[in-house]
């Protein structure tokens, strides 16, 4: 829509086959949809993005826009207050008098936001100060990065679903289930089937009267699954998301948590090639059971569960 102007040592436990045979399966999981001005067809708009940051000051559902107070955007224009239209996910979690960052993205005289972040300073500061203690520990641990089963998890702090500030010691006391997928996963039985099969257990657990349960789905692609994108994720599989969250954050941490949780993965331009891995944590934060690939079962999770 046109601007509307108003005043603003897991890696010696897997098989070498295994990892090949994932890595050629999740071939197709390279990114290609990212467009630029070469990209164009001929005679169609060229798309250029540019970096924004400001104050949502308004969010009107029946447009489907956010009224942002931006900042100057360099070899565009200066500082002032716009209407974009932005996703449903984006939509969902927006708050007057948040402060975002993200990007415009410009296709002729079309202007809309995309990859929308929470930018206020609290939960910037929080998020960071996270991710460079996590970097610190996994380089003090070097080889021994990779977590055992009997270990503890490390602490971390991602956003959510809701775009809210989540740590890993909010968990404290509640039993974990932790995967990592990625939204954009093309082969049903990676990433989908790990899902599928979350949503499974969190419906198992629950009839077992397993009570104190959170599952979590860790994003392998931070660069695309903002949590807008995570948000749209979720209630379109139509997940609960009492007890279930999908975080995301900085790629240094995800970094890190795939190297701890011996998830062998091979970024390209912020997506990748990888391998999966569910799994269960006590209340103490301690590992106490884990699955490698998509086809766990179910019943054996929630059997090794704390009733109660």
């Known amino acids: 829509m046109k601007p509307r102007y108003l ?43 540019y970096p924004l940051h400001g104050e949502i ?23 002032m207050t716009m209407e974009f239209s932005v996703g449903d996910g984006d939509l969902a979690i ?46 003090m641990r070097g080889s021994a990065a990779y977590r ?53 257990v969190q419906k198992a657990a629950r009839a ?14 931070p660069a695309n699954d903002t949590p807008g994108v995570l948000r749209d994720y979720a209630v379109g599989r139509g997940i609960d998301t009492g007890n279930f969250s999908f975080l995301t954050g900085p790629e240094p941490a995800i970094r890190d948590l795939l190297r701890q949780f011996g998830v062998i993965a091979e970024f390209q331009d912020g997506l990748l090639k990888h391998t999966l891995a569910t799994l269960l944590i006590d209340e103490q934060g301690r590992i106490i059971h884990r699955a490698d690939g998509s086809e766990w079962l179910v019943d054996e999770f929630v059997e090794k569960m704390h009733q109660g």
Request: proline share 4%.
């Open 208 to 221: 077992a009267g397993v009570k104190n349960l959170e599952l979590i789905s860790i994003t392998l692609d």
């Open 94 to 139: 927006a708050k007057p008098g948040e402060r975002i960052r993200g990007e415009l993205v410009r296709n002729g005289d079309d202007f809309h936001l995309e990859k929308i972040w929470p930018d206020d300073r609290v939960s910037a500061t929080s998020v960071a100060a996270a991710t460079s203690a996590l970097r610190q520990d996994t380089a």
């Open 7 to 49: 005043s603003g040592s897991l890696w010696s436990r897997l098989a070498a086959e295994l990892m090949i045979a994932l890595l050629v399966v999740c071939a197709a999981c390279s990114r290609s949809d990212r467009r630029t001005v070469a990209d164009s067809a001929a005679g169609s708009p060229a798309e250029i993005r």
């Open 148 to 200: 055992e089963v009997g270990e503890k998890i490390p602490d971390f702090a991602l956003y959510d679903q809701d775009g809210r500030v989540v740590s890993a010691g909010r968990f404290r006391g509640r039993q974990i289930m932790l995967n990592f997928i990625y939204s954009r996963c093309p082969v049903a039985t990676m990433c989908p089937a790990a899902t599928l099969r979350m949503m499974a």
């Open 57 to 79: 000051i308004a969010v009107n559902w029946v447009r489907k826009t956010l009224t942002v107070s931006h900042e100057a955007i360099p070899g565009l224009m200066p500082a």
